[in-house]
C-alpha cells in the first residue's frame, strides 16, 4: 500500500510526509499480536535447552545425540531465514505472518507428543523453518503500521522482546520441565499462538504483493553456508575442532558457499536479496553492529549461568532473577533512547554512548572474583542492560531511517540473520576460549602448589596417610579447577570488553538520516 493511503475509520489522518505504510484501524490490537509472536519464537529459541536431560531420557537418546534438538531448530531457523522478503512479496505480509504463527503452534503440539529422538528432530527442524519468520515480519510490520515518527518507541518495544525472551526463556523452561513435564515446555506456545493468530486476523489488513522469481541457486549456495557454519559451531567441540577433517570440511563448504553467494548476488539477474539493500550504507553498517551485539549479548548470557550455578553455587531461579537485572537494564535505557530520539538527539551518539556503557559493564565483571557479592553480579547486568538498551534501539532505527518501505522486510531478514549468526559465533568463540584458560590457568596455577603454599596441608607427606591424603589432594585439585575457571571467565568478560570498544569507531560509517521531505519519499 501508498504510503499516502488514507487513515482507517476513527483515526485523524496523518502527516502526508509522515503517515504509516500500512494504516490499520486498530495498531494496539497489531502491535499486541506482533510481540505475542515475536516473544513465543525467542522463548522457545532457548525454553527447550534446560529440558534436554529429561528428554534425552524419556526419548532414550545418548547425549550426543540428544543435542540435535537444539542444533536443528537453530540451523532450520537460519537457513529459512533468508526467503523471507521473496516470502513476504511472494504472498502478503498478512498472509506470512499468520502462516507462520499457525505453523509454528502445529508443530510445537508436535514436539511435545514426540515418542522417539527421530520424530523430535524432524519436528524441531519444522518448527524452526515456521519460526524464522516470525521476528523479521514481526519488525516489519511494527515499523509499517505506525509514522516514521514513532518508529523508535516501536523499535524500544521490540527490542525489550528481543532481549527478554532469551531471558525468560530458562527460567520458564525450567519451571515447567520442574513442576509439570518437559513436553509442557512446547506445549505453553498454543495458548500464546492462538491469541496472537486471533489478534492479528481481526486487525491485520491485507497487503499487496508481488510478482518475484525465486533464486533457487542464491537459496542453496547461502543455505549451505549457515547450515555448515553452524554445523561447524556445534560439532567443533565435540571433535577437538580442526584437529578433525570434518571441521575443515565445513570450514571449506562455508567459505566456497559463501564467496559463490556474494558473487551470484552482485552480478544474477534476480537475486534472494535485492542489490539496492547493499547500497544503503547504513544498513550495511548496522550489519556489522548487529553481529558484534548478538556475539557480545548472547555469548555472555551463555557465560553467566554456569558460572552462576556451576562455580558460584546459585540455585536456578536465582540465576534467573540476577539474569533478569539485565532485562530490567535494557527497558529503561530503552525508553530513555527512544524519547532522546524523538527529541532529535543524534542516534548515533546514542549508540557510542552504549557501546561505552557495555564496555564499562564488561570492565565490571572482569574484575570478579571467586568471592563476588550479589551485589556486584546485579549491578554489572543492570549496566550491562542499560548499555545494550542505548545500542538496540538507535541502532535499529538508524538501519530502517533510510530504507524504502517495500524492502524492511528483506532488510530485517538479514539484519536479524546478523544477529543469529553472531550470537552462534559468539557462543561458540567464548566457550572454546573458557576451556582453553581454564586448562592453562589450571597448569599455571597447579605449579606453584607445594608445600610453601599451602597452609593447610603438609604435601610432602600426603603418601603416609593412604586414602586420607589421596582425598586431601582432590580437595586441592577441586579448588585449583575453581580459581582456574573464574581466571578463564574473566579472561572472556576482559576480551569482551575490548571488542565491544574496538566497534565504536565503525559508528562514524553511518550518517544521519534527514526528516521525512514529503509523501513517499524516503531519504537517500
Same mark, same amino acid.
Given at each position: 500500500m501508498a504510503a499516502s493511503a488514507p487513515a482507517p475509520a476513527g483515526q485523524p489522518p496523518a502527516p502526508a510526509e509522515d503517515a504509516p505504510h500500512i494504516p490499520v484501524a486498530s495498531p494496539a490490537l497489531v502491535i499486541t499480536g506482533v510481540m505475542l509472536a515475536s516473544m513465543m519464537q525467542l522463548i522457545d529459541a532457548t525454553i527447550a535447552n534446560v529440558a534436554i536431560p529429561h528428554m534425552q531420557t524419556t526419548l532414550g537418546?545418548? @547425549?550426543?545425540? /540428544?543435542? +540435535? $534438538?537444539l542444533t536443528s531448530y537453530i540451523i532450520a531457523s537460519a537457513v529459512a531465514l533468508p526467503i523471507t522478503g521473496w516470502l513476504g512479496a511472494r504472498i502478503g505480509t498478512r498472509r506470512l505472518i499468520l502462516g507462520s504463527i499457525l505453523a509454528f503452534v502445529i508443530t510445537s503440539v508436535a514436539c511435545g507428543a514426540a515418542q522417539g529422538l527421530g520424530d523430535m528432530v524432524l519436528f524441531r527442524t519444522l518448527q524452526g523453518v515456521a519460526g524464522a519468520f516470525l521476528i523479521p515480519v514481526g519488525q516489519a510490520v511494527m515499523l509499517d503500521i505506525t509514522p516514521r515518527s514513532k518508529h523508535a518507541q516501536m523499535m524500544g518495544l521490540w527490542g525489550a522482546g528481543v532481549v527478554l525472551g532469551p531471558i525468560i526463556g530458562p527460567v520458564l523452561g525450567g519451571y515447567l520441565t520442574e513442576y509439570w513435564s518437559w513436553r509442557f515446555v512446547f506445549y505453553i506456545n498454543v495458548p500464546l499462538g492462538a491469541i496472537a493468530f486471533m489478534l492479528l486476523l481481526g486487525a491485520m489488513p491485507a497487503t499487496e504483493t508481488r510478482k518475484r522469481p525465486f533464486d533457487l541457486l542464491g537459496f542453496a549456495l547461502i543455505g549451505a553456508m549457515l547450515a555448515s557454519l553452524q554445523l561447524l559451531l556445534d560439532r567443533g567441540p565435540h571433535v577437538e575442532w580442526f584437529e578433525s577433517m570434518e571441521c575443515w570440511i565445513y570450514l571449506l563448504v562455508c567459505l566456497c558457499s559463501g564467496w559463490m553467494a556474494v558473487v551470484h548476488i552482485m552480478t544474477g539477474k534476480? @537475486? &534472494?536479496?535485492?542489490?539496492? &539493500?547493499?547500497?544503503?550504507?547504513?544498513l550495511v553498517v548496522a550489519i556489522l553492529f548487529l553481529t558484534v551485539v548478538g556475539f557480545v549479548m548472547f555469548s555472555s548470557m551463555a557465560l553467566l549461568p554456569p558460572m552462576l550455578q556451576g562455580l558460584l553455587g546459585y540455585s536456578a531461579i536465582d540465576t534467573g532473577v540476577i539474569l533478569m537485572m539485565r532485562g530490567i537494564g535494557v527497558i529503561g535505557s530503552m525508553q530513555i533512547a527512544s524519547f532522546m530520539i524523538r527529541k532529535q538527539i543524534d542516534s548515533? $551518539? &546514542?549508540?557510542? %554512548?552504549g557501546f561505552l556503557?557495555?564496555? +564499562?559493564?564488561?570492565h565490571m565483571m572482569s574484575g570478579w572474583s571467586i568471592d563476588v557479592g550479589t551485589w556486584e553480579l $546485579?549491578?554489572? #547486568? %543492570?549496566?550491562? #542492560? %542499560?548499555?545494550?538498551?542505548?545500542?538496540? /534501539? @538507535? &541502532?535499529?532505527?538508524l538501519a530502517f531511517a533510510t530504507l524504502a518501505p517495500q524492502l524492511r522486510t528483506e532488510a530485517s531478514s538479514i539484519t536479524n540473520l546478523a544477529r543469529s549468526v553472531g550470537?552462534?559465533? #559468539?557462543?561458540a568463540v567464548m566457550a572454546f576460549l573458557l576451556s582453553r584458560s581454564i586448562q592453562i590457568s589450571h597448569a599455571d596455577l597447579g605449579a606453584h602448589v607445594n608445600s610453601a603454599t599451602s597452609n593447610a596441608v603438609d604435601l610432602s607427606s600426603l603418601d603416609r596417610f593412604q586414602g586420607f591424603g589421596s582425598a586431601a589432594l582432590m580437595m586441592m585439585d577441586a579448588e585449583v579447577n575453581r580459581q582456574a575457571a573464574m581466571i578463564g571467565y574473566i579472561n572472556d568478560y576482559y576480551m569482551l570488553m575490548w571488542l565491544v570498544l574496538a566497534a565504536v569507531p565503525l559508528i562514524m560509517l553511518m550518517k544521519k538520516p534527514s526528516p521525512p521531505r514529503g509523501p513517499g519519499k524516503h531519504p537517500s
Open positions: 537418546a545418548a @547425549p550426543d545425540t /540428544i543435542t +540435535w $534438538v534476480h @537475486p &534472494l536479496f535485492d542489490r539496492a &539493500l547493499f547500497a544503503d550504507r547504513n548515533r $551518539v &546514542l549508540v557510542a %554512548l556503557v557495555t564496555a +564499562w559493564s564488561f $546485579v549491578s554489572s #547486568g %543492570l549496566v550491562q #542492560g %542499560l548499555g545494550i538498551g542505548f545500542v538496540f /534501539i @538507535p &541502532l535499529n532505527t550470537s552462534s559465533i #559468539g557462543i
